[in-house]
């Protein structure tokens, strides 16, 4: 498998974030060398093994459902990038 | 002397505070506020001067900056967050300063602790101090820098894939990551949220045994803290060795490992063996897999947390854009620097449509796979020995441009991280141009307070964990 120039630009807009020809160019070698290396999983057999995705197998606790006092909000906003009134900014999505 | 009031908090917290100034080449600090440490240790002294006990009280500390805390910036080694201020304490933050441990500042580190040399982060390099020409490990070279030079006599660090105890063997210092749930991870900036596990650095194991016993145990707020009764981990530091099984994996003595690291790792193990202990040998066939299942299943983590950053609510937004899409591309893009991206962008590939089976779901797969020799390998043994690095720390600029060798640094730190059991570094010798050698011992989960025991009856009988780079 060896991704393409286009691959590696589709895959940074899934991953929003944006990047240069030049960029890209130099992902591309830098992920199929990655990609090069994490190939030896697929000559594993694990043929009937479960995916471990937790090392203590744990199962997701849930809490009460209990109200709990929020946050401060002026604590919260003081690092938004752009604020007003209580709310973050953003550019306008609905015309 | 904190306890019969030879020394006070404020007397201890202005003598490092002082080193911190006078060693601020190294780098290992990016936010110093002397005024509110100094608040914290008058604090201290109070609750002593009202009667109350505790080894840790008035004791300094540094914190990763990873963690996150109020008072001082939280950035995680990234412009993506640089100036962030977080409105509350991460727990482990929380409870060591409940047990009256002072905060010295926050500690330089690889961005969103994702490297192996410190050379990701967006705020310079942390120099090593037994040769500023090495690097000093990652992710949390900040943090080891710090304790070897003794600018903190312990750091807070965190461990995804080898990030305590790689820099804790390059830097001659005791690094541990206990087993995987025990920390909070709450208010520690994700990573991969399946691996990320706070642990210490310090000049000995028998440190980070009393302080592991107010920075651990269950935590409401985080989905995947283990609820156990808390323990005390200092209870085994007088471990008789005689008639404990230390086992030896084939798979960490091959694969480049370098003669000096090797000669000083064997005489350790011997060591370990003239002090009553034995050495079986143990298989863990899977082991050589780690770094490639870790590379996908710590990216696919990765590039979901990182998500968050999307220059709505905190961190960077870009000056200039089109449209909403256009301003978090664009904010992303400048933010993170290479590493997280070449990480977010591997881990979206891997979890993209038509590969999830092929790369996340295999790898999982073969996660258990490594994980069970692990549960096999301690049906024949107590702990698990070895090197913890190839070889002894690099220099700077050595690995950089290749990422898959700088990958290959954790090698041997990796397999434990993936079945989530306890690791330690201690420091056994030197190796090559005078740099520190580190031992690996591993034991199963919530083992700890007896990993911690073996490393301390070999602390008793050695005297590495007690040298001090030249200059410092």
Redesign the interface.
């Given at each position: 498998m060896s991704l393409t120039l286009a691959d590696v630009q589709r895959i940074a807009h899934l991953a929003r974030i944006e990047i240069t020809d030049e960029q890209a160019r130099a992902a591309q070698a830098q992920l199929n060398d990655i990609f090069a290396m994490i190939e030896q999983i697929s000559r594993v057999d694990a043929t009937g093994v479960a995916p471990m995705t937790h090392p203590l197998d744990g199962a997701q606790r849930l809490r009460e459902d209990v109200v709990e006092p929020p946050p401060d909000r002026d604590e919260l906003l003081r690092n938004a990038p752009a604020q007003q009134q209580g709310l973050f900014l953003v550019p306008r999505v609905i015309e | 002397m904190l306890e019969d009031r030879q020394v006070s908090a404020v007397e201890l917290a202005n003598v490092f505070l002082a080193r911190i100034e006078r060693y601020r080449g190294l780098n290992a600090f990016l936010d110093v506020r002397p005024e509110l440490t100094l608040q914290q240790a008058r604090a201290a002294d109070a609750r002593r001067a009202r009667g109350e006990r505790g080894a840790l009280l008035g004791m300094p500390i540094a914190h990763k900056d990873i963690f996150v805390t109020r008072g001082w910036a939280s950035t995680a080694g990234s412009r993506m967050l640089e100036g962030?201020?977080s409105?509350?304490d991460a727990t482990v933050v929380e409870r060591l300063a409940q047990a009256g441990m002072v905060c010295l500042g926050k500690l330089n580190c690889d961005e969103f602790a994702m490297g192996s040399s410190n050379e990701n982060s967006a705020f310079g390099n942390v120099l090593n101090p037994w040769d500023a020409a090495a690097v000093p490990g990652g992710s949390s070279g900040g943090s080891a820098a710090a304790v070897a030079a003794r600018l903190a006599p312990v750091a807070t660090a965190t461990d995804t894939g080898g990030s305590i105890r790689e820099p804790a063997a390059f830097t001659g210092i005791t690094g541990i990551k206990p087993?995987?749930?025990r920390p909070s991870r709450w208010g520690m900036i994700a990573f991969a949220s399946?691996?990320d596990t706070a642990g210490l650095l310090a000049a000995s194991a028998q440190d980070c045994a009393l302080v592991f016993n107010s920075m651990l145990g269950f935590d409401?707020r985080d989905?995947?803290?283990?609820?156990l009764p808390e323990e005390d981990y200092t209870r085994a530091l007088d471990i008789d060795l005689r008639g404990l099984r230390i086992g030896v994996p084939a798979q960490f003595f091959t694969q480049g490992l370098q003669p000096d690291v090797e000669a000083a790792v064997r005489a350790a193990l011997e060591q370990i063996r003239q002090l009553g202990a034995s050495l079986v040998e143990v298989e863990l066939p899977?082991a050589p897999?780690g770094?490639?299942?870790y590379?996908?299943v710590a990216p696919a983590e990765a590039?979901s947390n990182l998500?968050r950053f999307?220059?709505?609510?905190?961190?960077?937004?870009a000056r200039t854009?089109d449209?909403?899409?256009?301003?978090?591309?664009?904010s992303?893009?400048e933010g993170?620097g290479p590493e997280p991206?070449?990480r977010?962008?591997?881990g979206?590939?891997v979890l993209?449509h038509g590969y999830y089976d092929?790369?996340y779901?295999?790898?999982?797969?073969?996660?258990?796979?490594i994980?069970e020799d692990f549960q096999r390998a301690f049906q024949a043994c107590d702990v698990i020995a070895g090197p913890v690095t190839s070889s002894v720390a690099f220099n700077f600029g050595e690995k950089a441009a290749?990422?898959?060798s700088m990958?290959l640094a954790d090698l041997f730190t990796v397999p434990a991280s993936?079945?989530?059991?306890p690791g330690l570094s201690v420091p056994c010798g030197f190796g090559d141009r005078g740099r520190p050698v580190g031992l690996q011992l591993i034991a199963n989960?919530f083992d700890e307070a007896r990993l911690l025991g073996v490393a301390h009856r070999y602390q008793l009988a050695t005297d590495w964990h007690r040298r001090i780079p030249a200059g410092y």
């Open positions: - | 962030y201020l409105p509350f087993t995987y749930g399946s691996l409401a989905s995947t803290s283990v609820q899977n897999l770094i490639p299942v590379y996908v590039s998500s999307d220059g709505v609510r905190y961190g960077h937004r854009f449209d909403l899409t256009d301003m978090i591309k664009k992303r893009a993170f991206k070449r977010i962008l591997v979206t590939y993209s092929a790369y779901l295999k790898a999982s797969k073969v996660r258990r796979l994980a290749d990422p898959v990958y993936l079945a989530g059991v989960h």
